[in-house]
């Protein structure tokens, strides 16, 4: 069974930053492409960084330059920090994975929620 366990979101005020973390767990024989999604109330949910497995990152317009996705493959791990907050950034944020086991399956964490307060 694959989980998906998000922390570190919480309550920042604008320009601060917050770090959040996510970690694969189970039966894992390849993790390939982790990212991190949000999503605001009312809106739908959007692409805020991904981290391929061959070392590339995507990140989504409203967040480059500010936040920074990193993974550490032995721990199974990806991380975002997030700097210069803005309070368009609250939202629920969720952990994103490709899990190959057999076959390929793309992964979803809880959500942690982040709150970024003007």
């Known amino acids: 069974q694959v989980q998906l366990v998000e922390s570190g979101g919480g309550l920042a005020q604008a320009g601060g930053s917050l770090r959040l973390s996510c970690a694969a767990s189970?039966?894992?024989?390849?993790?390939?492409?982790m990212g991190w999604y949000r999503q605001a109330p009312g809106k739908q949910r959007e692409l805020v960084a991904v981290?391929?497995?061959?070392?590339?990152?995507t990140y989504g317009a409203s967040v480059k330059g500010r936040f920074t996705i990193s993974r550490d493959d032995a721990k199974n791990t990806v991380y975002l920090q997030m700097n210069s907050l803005k309070p368009e950034d609250t939202g629920v944020y969720y952990c994103?994975?490709?899990?190959?086991?057999?076959?390929?399956?793309?992964?979803w964490g809880q959500g942690t929620q982040v709150t970024v307060s003007s």
């Open positions: 994103n994975a490709q899990i190959v086991n057999f076959k390929a399956r793309w992964y």
């Open positions: 189970g039966r894992l024989d390849r993790v390939n492409d």
């Open positions: 981290f391929t497995a061959g070392g590339s990152t």
